[in-house]
Nanobody
Framework: QVQLVESGGGLVQAGGSLRLSCVASTRSFSSYSMGWFRQPPGKEREFVGV????????YYADSAKGRFTISRDNAKNTVYLQMNSLKPEDTAAYYC???????????????WGQGTQVTVSS
């Protein structure tokens, strides 16, 4: 069982930045790819980006490309989502998720965090 805890959400003005963190409670963090998803109010959960278990591969949704960056520190069991140039449409609950030795853009991950709210004001 892997527990994931996100933090770093909050209220920010359009054009601002936030960095989300997700800490995993597992000794084998380096064997999990880590995805970020978000769920805007009243909408389906959508893929934001993913980083491979070794950190060498990242993939982003079109909405995130050029503005968001995913990184990880396997020594700290932590994955990050740096979000720049935020827009009101980025407002959503953001979730991190873990998948063992696979990469996916679909929400078919093995473990999920509880989410952290990001609100971008115009």
């Amino acid at each position: 069982q892997v527990q994931l805890v996100e933090s770093g959400g909050g209220l920010v003005q359009a054009g601002g930045s936030l960095r989300l963190s997700c800490v995993a409670s597992t000794r084998s963090f380096s064997s999990y790819s880590m995805g970020w998803f978000r769920q805007p109010p009243g909408k389906e959960r959508e893929f934001v980006g993913v980083i491979s278990w070794g950190g060498g591969v990242t993939y982003y949704a079109d909405s995130a490309k050029g503005r968001f960056t995913i990184s990880r520190d396997n020594a700290k069991n932590t994955v990050y989502l740096q979000m720049n140039s935020l827009k009101p449409e980025d407002t959503a609950a953001y979730y991190c998720a873990a998948m063992h030795f696979r990469i996916s853009t679909s929400p078919d991950y093995d473990y999920w965090g509880q989410g952290t709210q990001v609100t971008v004001s115009s």
